[in-house]
DNA sequence: TGTCCACAGGAAATACGGGGGT
DNA sequence: ACCCCCGTATTTCCTGTGGACA
């Protein structure tokens, strides 16, 4: 017991005494809350990171000092570019000063970040006003619409609506729109200001066109995040998240290279040095540049398993009857084997087989996910054929299958 | 040159499930 | 509490396709 214990201390202290890591929360933005978001995120507008998009967010809402009111505003950008974040800052900020120029100004932030349908949504926006509780059904949607007018109905200063995320309202879309757009301005006294966002360019077309004509819009694109602006904000990050002088010369643009060549995502970029750090941590070194070529190689495999774990069965299935056709070696198998091995891996697992031709879409969509390759090869008279590849790494491919194998047994 | 293999993949039909209206 | 409707997943049906082989 007693040479257990000392193990055990002994571990411990090698640990604090190679301790890389100051505040981890620093490294996840999910833990921290809005006030250090926006601290962090004002260190990071310092370093001149978001120039334009702030200069242009400015002049957007300029005429609101003027007493006048601009029109409604569009912001696009890929996930990790900031556009929340950003926004939020800005509205607080623009608050403050009108607050000192005494005009009156609120604003309200309705995250949509997970989809949900119109109904929800107008709730949530109740809520979010004071409306009324959230409600669970029984209460048509008109009966909503009504209580948020009646919230606003004595407010007659500006009403800034930061809707994020907009484009993930299923169902209804038209129904919200319309009522943002055009129903909701008509019957408030105060003069709605939109900020709409969404990660999709195209999102406007798929909109009422009546709804679509009826609104005006400016529109705001926040570009990816360049190499240089992912190393500002890994440094800052650094900083406040690391010990000083663990960090090995070059990780930081290291990093910041790879995150910008092929996402611009800042959050992804944090998420690798944070599995650095993780890593220098467990090795009781610093971090060094190899630490991060294994971080980025186990991301990748901690980004497969954790599609696979939250795929829906049938797609599991799929790829263990790939990995079951092959056989675990390079060799490639063709679409009639793959669905025999399919077959074969339903009837022991108990799960409804699917058709070959629903098989054929998993195949697809399995390859758009890069975790198989596909391509298509006539032989001649004997036919033509996907070729599938399986070329994931050797202790990849492992994990899956176990993980899969795992799974096999539960319910759903 | 025509045939025919073994599928691909589009379109329409159908099954299903959950949320909203009443 | 119940039913209906709508979006999504899957099936059914079908036409298309590149090249080996006769």
Not at 385 to 412: F, K, Y
Request: glycine share 6%.
């Amino acid at each position: 017991m007693e040479n257990v214990r000392s193990k055990i201390v002994s571990q411990i202290q090698h640990m604090v005494r190679h301790a890389v890591v100051r505040d981890r929360r620093f490294l996840d933005d999910e833990q921290l809350i809005r006030s250090e978001q926006l601290e962090v995120l004002e260190e990071i507008f310092n370093a001149n990171v978001r120039d334009t998009e702030i200069r242009e967010l400015s002049s957007h809402f300029a005429p609101v000092l003027r007493g006048d009111h601009p029109c409604h505003l569009a912001v696009w950008g890929k996930t990790g570019t900031g556009k929340t974040l950003t926004c939020l800052y800005f509205l607080n900020l623009l608050a403050e000063m009108c607050k000192g120029k005494d005009i009156q100004i609120r604003h309200e932030h309705l995250d949509l970040s997970t989809p949900r349908p119109c109904f929800r949504a107008l709730n949530d926006l109740a809520c979010l006003l004071g409306a009324s509780r959230r409600v669970k059904k029984g209460i048509s949607l008109e009966e909503l619409m009504v209580r948020i007018e009646a919230s606003l109905a004595r407010y007659k200063g500006i009403f800034v609506l930061f809707v994020d995320e907009c484009d993930h309202v299923r169902r209804d879309r038209d129904t919200f729109m319309t009522f943002l757009v055009r129903r909701l301005p008509q019957q408030i006294p105060s003069k709605l200001i939109l900020v709409l966002t969404s990660n999709r360019l195209d999102w406007p077309d798929q909109l009422d066109p009546r709804v679509k004509s009826f609104l005006k819009i400016n529109e705001l694109i926040f570009k990816p995040y360049d190499a240089v602006d992912l190393q500002q904000i890994l440094g800052i990050r650094a900083d406040k998240a690391l010990l000083p002088g663990i960090l090995a010369a070059g990780v930081i643009e290291k990093i910041a290279g790879l995150a910008s060549r092929d996402h611009g995502d800042a959050r992804k970029a944090v998420a690798l040095l944070a599995k650095s750090a993780y890593l220098a941590e467990k090795a009781g070194t610093s971090i060094t540049m190899a630490l991060v070529d294994q971080a980025v190689s186990e991301l990748d495999q901690d980004r497969y398993l954790s599609l696979l774990r939250t795929a829906p069965r049938q797609l599991q299935a799929a790829m263990a009857a790939v990995i079951h056709a092959t056989n675990g070696s390079d060799s490639t198998v063709g679409t009639g084997e793959a669905y025999d091995s399919y077959r074969s891996f339903c009837t022991r697992t108990d799960l409804p087989p699917l058709t070959g031709r629903a098989f054929g879409d998993l195949l697809n969509e399995l390859d758009t996910y890069s975790l198989i390759r596909t391509r298509i090869l006539s032989r001649g008279r004997y036919g033509r054929s996907r070729q599938i590849t399986l070329d994931l790494p050797e202790n990849v491919i492992t994990r899956i299958s176990e993980t899969l194998d795992q799974n096999a047994g539960l319910p759903r």
